[in-house]
Nanobody
Framework: QVQLAESGGGLVQTGGSLRLSCVIS??????MGWFRQALGKQREFVAG???????RYSDSVKDRFTISNDAAKNTVNLQINSLKPEDTAIYYC?????????????????WGQGTQVTVSS
């Protein structure tokens, strides 16, 4: 049974940083990443990484967010810097058995509960 467990969210001031982590259990995936959903908006892709370390970012977060994975622990992390109020959302870990592009296009095969990130102005 596949489970995704996100952690690391919190309340920070504008310009602050957080590090989100997602533990993936039950299987390994070629595409892993993060999505976010702000109140009243659709869930959107934020960042992705594949099994060989290639990455993709949405234009709104590149240069501020860095995704990484620890294959030994089967975890995917998201370092988020220079936070803005518009980054406020629930952040979800996502996985795809194929690749990052499939993850971006079709969304995750599984979802966790998410972790709340709130940025105060």
């Amino acid at each position: 049974q596949v489970q995704l467990a996100e952690s690391g969210g919190g309340l920070v001031q504008t310009g602050g940083s957080l590090r989100l982590s997602c533990v993936i259990s039950g299987n390994r995936f070629n595409g892993m990443g993060w999505f976010r959903q702000a109140l009243g908006k659709q869930r959107e892709f934020v960042a992705g990484i594949n099994s060989v370390g290639e990455t993709r970012y949405s234009d709104s977060v590149k240069d501020r967010f860095t995704i990484s994975n620890d294959a030994a622990k089967n975890t995917v992390n998201l370092q988020i810097n220079s936070l803005k109020p518009e980054d406020t959302a629930i952040y979800y870990c996502g996985v795809d058995r194929n690749n990052i592009l499939s993850l971006m296009r079709y969304g995750s095969d599984y979802w966790g509960q998410g972790t709340q990130v709130t940025v105060s102005s």
